[in-house]
Nanobody
Framework: QVQLVESGGGLVQAGGSLRLSCAASGRTFSSYVLGWFRQAPGKEREFVAAITRSGVIRNYADSVKGRFTISRDNAKNTVYLQMNSLKPEDTAVYYC????????????????WGQGTQVTVSS
């Protein structure tokens, strides 16, 4: 099992940047595909980004491609989401996720979820 704890959320103006971090427990961190989902008020939860075990392959939602970067440090058991050029529509609770399955955008495939961190982008 793995436990995930997000940090780094907050309030930022449109055009600004934030970096989310997700610290994971467990000795098998490098065996998990990691990702981020988000849920805005009144909307369904949606895929944001995922990264393979080695960190070589990264997938992004079209809405964040070119603005967000997912990365991981297996030595520190941490996954990051660098968010640049933030827009008000990026306002959401962001969740760190992990799966022992193949890289996927389907939230049902991710067995492990953090509690979430709020990101608010003001216009």
């Amino acid at each position: 099992q793995v436990q995930l704890v997000e940090s780094g959320g907050g309030l930022v103006q449109a055009g600004g940047s934030l970096r989310l971090s997700c610290a994971a427990s467990g000795r098998t961190f490098s065996s998990y595909v990691l990702g981020w989902f988000r849920q805005a008020p009144g909307k369904e939860r949606e895929f944001v980004a995922a990264i393979t075990r080695s960190g070589v392959i990264r997938n992004y939602a079209d809405s964040v491609k070119g603005r967000f970067t997912i990365s991981r440090d297996n030595a520190k058991n941490t996954v990051y989401l660098q968010m640049n050029s933030l827009k008000p529509e990026d306002t959401a609770v962001y969740y760190c996720v992990a799966t022992s399955q193949l890289t996927t955008t389907a939230q049902g495939e991710y067995a492990y979820w953090g509690q979430g961190t709020q990101v608010t982008v003001s216009s």
